[in-house]
T-cell receptor, first 114, second 111 residues
Framework: EAGVTQFPSHSVIEKGQTVTLRCDPI?????LYWYRRVMGKEIKFLLH????????ESGMPNNRFLAERTGGTYSTLKVQPAELEDSGVYFC????????????FGSGTQLSVL | QKEVEQNSGPLSVPEGAIASLNCTYS??????FFWYRQYSGKSPELIMS????GDKEDGRFTAQLNKASQYVSLLIRDSQPSDSATYLC???????????FGTGTKLQVIP
C-alpha cells in the first residue's frame, strides 16, 4: 500500500513568489490534514479536509495560504505571496474515517523562503 | 499555557537503560493520547496510543496515563541506539479531528 506522498520534497523560493505544495493521501483515507513545523517549534495544525470539504481551517496563518482538495483525492496548499516566516516543513497526513487520531504522515516539504 | 508540553531535551541515556519521556496536557476532557517517533529528516510515525488511566505495554515501550494529573509518559526499556529520535506527544482536540503536538523530546541513546 502506498503511503502519503508529498512533493516537492524541497522548495527554495524568494519572498513574494508563489509556491504550491501537493499531497496525495493514502487511497481511501477521507481525512487529510496539513501541518507545519517551523524550526524549533512544535508541529502545528493548519487545516483538515474530510473528502473535499474543509472541516477545520482554524490553523491557517492568514489569507496568503489557500488549500484545496478537489474531488476529495489529492490536496494542494498554495502560499501566495510567500514571506520569510513561511519557511518550515509542511507535513500532510491522512487517516481513515473513524480512525481519526491515527495519522499517517508524508515525508514533508521543506520550504525555504529567502 | 501550551496545550501539550514536553521537555525538548536532549535526553541522553546509555544503551540498555530505561528512557523516560514525559508530557503534560491542558485539556481536561482529552480522552486519547499518542506518541509519535520522528527520526531526523523523516516524518512522524505513530508508535503508541493510550486511552485509559494506567499502563499500556507494547514490546519495549510502555505508555502511562494519569488523567487526574493530566500527564502521559512513554518508557522505553532496554534502550537501543536505533531508538535515538524525537518523540512527540500528541493529543486530539476540537472534537478529536485535530491533533495537537508537543514540541517533542529528542532522545539520544549512547552506545
Amino acid at each position: 500500500e502506498a503511503g502519503v506522498t508529498q512533493f516537492p520534497s524541497h522548495s527554495v523560493i524568494e519572498k513574494g513568489q508563489t509556491v504550491t505544495l501537493r499531497c496525495d493521501p493514502i487511497s481511501g483515507h477521507d481525512n487529510l490534514y496539513w501541518y507545519r513545523r517551523v524550526m524549533g517549534k512544535e508541529i502545528k495544525f493548519l487545516l483538515h479536509f474530510v473528502k473535499e470539504s474543509k472541516q477545520d481551517e482554524s490553523g491557517m496563518p492568514n489569507n496568503r495560504f489557500l488549500a484545496e482538495r478537489t474531488g476529495g483525492t489529492y490536496s494542494t496548499l498554495k502560499v501566495q505571496p510567500a514571506e520569510l516566516e513561511d519557511s518550515g516543513v509542511y507535513f500532510c497526513a491522512s487517516s481513515q474515517v473513524g480512525g481519526g487520531e491515527k495519522l499517517f504522515f508524508g515525508s514533508g516539504t521543506q520550504l525555504s523562503v529567502l | 499555557q501550551k496545550e501539550v508540553e514536553q521537555n525538548s531535551g536532549p535526553l541522553s541515556v546509555p544503551e540498555g537503560a530505561i528512557a523516560s519521556l514525559n508530557c503534560t496536557y491542558s485539556d481536561r476532557v482529552s480522552q486519547s493520547f499518542f506518541w509519535y517517533r520522528q527520526y531526523s529528516g523523516k516524518s512522524p510515525e505513530l508508535i503508541m496510543s493510550i486511552y485509559s488511566n494506567g499502563d499500556k505495554e507494547d514490546g519495549r515501550f510502555t505508555a502511562q496515563l494519569n488523567k487526574a494529573s493530566q500527564y502521559v509518559s512513554l518508557l522505553i526499556r532496554d534502550s537501543q541506539p536505533s531508538d535515538s529520535a524525537t518523540y512527540l506527544c500528541a493529543v486530539p482536540s476540537g472534537g478529536y479531528q485535530k491533533v495537537t503536538f508537543g514540541t517533542g523530546t529528542k532522545l539520544q541513546v549512547i552506545p
